[in-house]
């Protein structure tokens, strides 16, 4: 991957990912997709589906109202303009699927292999499950300017 960081979409997969949602007719069908896909795949989670479902479970978080302080400007923006409002069903899948990222990917074995970074990593992860939690408790947003 050329671009790399430990944000949701700090890396080409979710970036190219995130395209396909904004230039969707229905981007609430591939932010279930992507989910359903980390889920629902028996083997190993591979590294695009992992990307793919971290950037949609941010999603999903940002939407309901959880957004991160760092996310990229066209991410915030689109989250701004978008009217998707993630139901519980929603949130619970994507915490399951952020988890199985941070359990068995490949995502996390690359981060393993970066000592340096791999807490910085983890705590990012946290962080998003963390607000989806929130999210789905009903807590009040603290969408940041």
Known sequence: MAVWGIGSFENDT????????????DPEDLIANALDD???DADHLGLELSCEAIAAAEL?????GQMPERLPDPVRRWV?????????AEIDQ???AVARVRL???L???WDESADDEDMWLGEI??????????????????SP
């Open 14 to 25: 979710a970036s190219d990912w995130f395209y396909r949602v904004e230039e969707a007719s």
């Open 60 to 64: 999903s978080a940002s939407c309901a």
């Open 126 to 143: 946290d962080d998003l499950i963390a607000r989806l939690e929130r999210s789905a408790a009903g807590d009040p947003a603290t969408l």
């Open 94 to 96: 994507a915490v399951q």
């Open 80 to 88: 701004s303009a978008d009217p998707h409002q993630p139901h519980g």
């Open 104 to 106: 068995e990917s490949a």
């Open 108 to 110: 996390r074995e690359l």
């Open 38 to 40: 980390a889920l629902s």
